[in-house]
T-cell receptor
């Protein structure tokens, strides 16, 4: 595997379900990110991890819970979601946490909440 | 607060035509970084270019070129002799110098480019 991978690619879940999104980067990067892309809003940064430490939580509701066990893996745990949480969730990584580094994105998980 | 505006939501061209995508940004920082990304139908954002605020030289990479003008806070992107494979959504993004606090990209709303054969 190369680059940034995300699983699953598609997910349909009910409002009472619990599921997790997985992201893995094979680039040797130290920073990882979760973004939300919905039809009616620009790409929104959700969380930033730098060397496994969370450095940014962009006022994300607690029904989204990130986990970064190491610099290569990032999870997004989902529970009691709302229909408006349906979106494309993108994971990204960068060499470091500095703003000069470009981010590399995975293909995303298309989430539908019913 | 930083902001990125891409006023064109969709552009449709015929193959071999040139297309220019506009990007206007707002920031209070003197040091910042601008990016362009391409999002094909597969969904993955593909990094195209990074420009820092101290480097106003225009850049050309194959059929792609970028025009950075600090005086107008713009970072426009031109595709020359467009091809069907250029059909995608293109995003302009900005990050400010925040030290070790982390890399926080602010994206514009994106411009959908449709190249017809």
């Amino acid at each position: 595997e190369t680059g940034v991978t995300q699983t699953p690619r598609h997910l349909v879940m009910g409002m009472t379900n619990k599921k997790s999104l997985k992201c893995e980067q094979h680039l040797g990067h130290n920073a990882m990110y979760w973004y939300k892309q919905s039809a009616k809003k620009p790409l929104e940064l959700m969380f930033v991890y730098n060397f496994k430490e969370q450095t940014e939580n962009n006022s994300v509701p607690s029904r989204f819970s990130p986990e970064c066990p190491n610099s290569s893996h990032l999870f997004l745990h989902l529970h009691t979601l709302q229909p408006e949480d349906s979106a494309l969730y993108l994971c990204a990584s960068s060499h470091g946490g500095l703003p000069s580094y470009e981010q590399y994105f995975g293909p995303g998980t298309r989430l539908t909440v019913t | 607060a930083q902001k990125v505006t891409q006023a064109q939501t969709e552009i449709s061209v015929v193959e071999k035509e040139d297309v220019t995508l506009d990007c206007v940004y707002e920031t209070r920082d003197t040091t910042y970084y601008l990016f362009w990304y391409k999002q094909p139908p597969s969904g993955e954002l593909v990094f195209l270019i990074r420009r820092n605020s101290f480097d106003e030289q225009n850049e050309i990479s194959g059929r792609y070129s970028w025009n950075f003008q600090k005086s107008t806070s713009s970072f426009n992107f031109t595709i020359t002799a467009s091809q069907v494979v250029d059909s995608a959504v293109y995003f302009c993004a900005l990050s400010e110098e925040r030290g070790a606090a982390g890399n926080k990209l602010t994206f514009g709303g994106g411009t959908r480019v449709l190249v017809k054969p």
